[in-house]
């Protein structure tokens, strides 16, 4: 059988955890789904979490955009984004909160993936992550890894967007990566220009 293609997301994660985690459903108890509904949500939160794990670049800490259907690691795709990077971010809170990784595994999990972020190039003017990074090199992509086709870097906002978001949520549910960044604020500064080479830039805004 065919396996199916997943594309990383945090978006199932997230849209179950007001039902299942216990301190959204106290707070908010009319809303809580039936018996049998709660575990079905529960099985969509841990298979996407599955996909997490499988999709997670050890060396890095970075998820890559997709990996195949049987989540064999090998099967990564060879490309990252901001985006796919925020997501992986909240869907670790979510699994903590749920339960499927505990705290300490929650804590290095983001800990480590926030270090690296601090270490991806940027454009220097704007300061913006770049949309497209190799997971294994963090290098910006320049040619596709599918196809050989070239790669022009370019910012989006929107996926610039997506990470700042991640890491705001990562400094409230966690304030210990917070404290990290405030002692250790050279971790977020920029490389040099002259370690840069150059790129034709366009800024997107998708619809």
Same mark, same amino acid.
């Given at each position: 059988?065919?396996?199916?293609? +997943?594309?990383? /997301?945090?978006?199932? =994660?997230?849209?179950?955890?007001?039902?299942?985690?216990?301190? %959204?459903?106290? %707070?908010?108890?009319? %809303?809580?789904? &039936?018996?049998?509904?709660?575990?079905? $949500?529960?099985?969509?939160?841990?298979? /996407?979490?599955?996909?997490?794990?499988?999709?997670? @670049?050890?060396?890095?800490?970075?998820?890559?955009? !997709?990996?195949?259907?049987?989540?064999? &690691?090998?099967?990564?795709?060879?490309?990252?984004?901001?985006?796919?990077?925020?997501?992986?971010?909240?869907?670790?809170?979510?699994?903590?909160? +749920?339960?499927?990784?505990?705290?300490? @595994?929650?804590?290095?999990?983001?800990?480590?993936?926030?270090?690296?972020?601090?270490?991806?190039?940027?454009?220097?003017?704007?300061?913006?992550?770049?949309?497209?990074?190799?997971?294994?090199?963090?290098?910006? +992509?320049?040619?596709?890894?599918?196809?050989? !086709?070239?790669?022009?870097?370019?910012?989006?906002?929107?996926? !610039?967007?997506? $990470?700042?978001? =991640?890491?705001?949520?990562?400094?409230?549910?966690?304030? *210990?990566? *917070? *404290?990290?960044?405030?002692?250790?604020?050279?971790?977020?500064?920029?490389?040099? #220009?002259?370690?840069?080479?150059? #790129?034709? +830039?366009?800024?997107?805004?998708? &619809?």
């Amino acid at each position: 059988m065919r396996s199916t293609r +997943l594309a990383l /997301t945090g978006i199932t =994660a997230a849209a179950v955890v007001a039902a299942l985690v216990p301190a %959204a459903a106290s %707070a908010a108890t009319s %809303a809580t789904p &039936p018996t049998d509904d709660r575990g079905v $949500l529960l099985q969509y939160a841990q298979d /996407t979490w599955a996909s997490f794990e499988a999709m997670v @670049e050890p060396a890095t800490a970075l998820p890559a955009d !997709n990996v195949d259907g049987d989540l064999d &690691p090998a099967t990564r795709s060879r490309y990252t984004s901001p985006t796919n990077i925020g997501g992986y971010l909240w869907s670790t809170i979510v699994a903590r909160d +749920l339960g499927l990784i505990d705290r300490s @595994e929650a804590y290095q999990r983001m800990d480590s993936t926030v270090a690296t972020v601090a270490r991806l190039d940027r454009h220097d003017d704007s300061g913006m992550f770049y949309n497209w990074y190799d997971p294994q090199t963090l290098d910006v +992509l320049r040619v596709w890894p599918e196809d050989g !086709n070239t790669v022009y870097p370019f910012l989006s906002s929107v996926d !610039n967007g997506w $990470l700042a978001a =991640a890491l705001r949520i990562v400094a409230a549910a966690e304030p *210990r990566l *917070r *404290r990290v960044e405030r002692r250790r604020p050279s971790r977020w500064a920029r490389r040099p #220009a002259s370690s840069r080479s150059g #790129a034709r +830039l366009s800024h997107r805004h998708r &619809p």
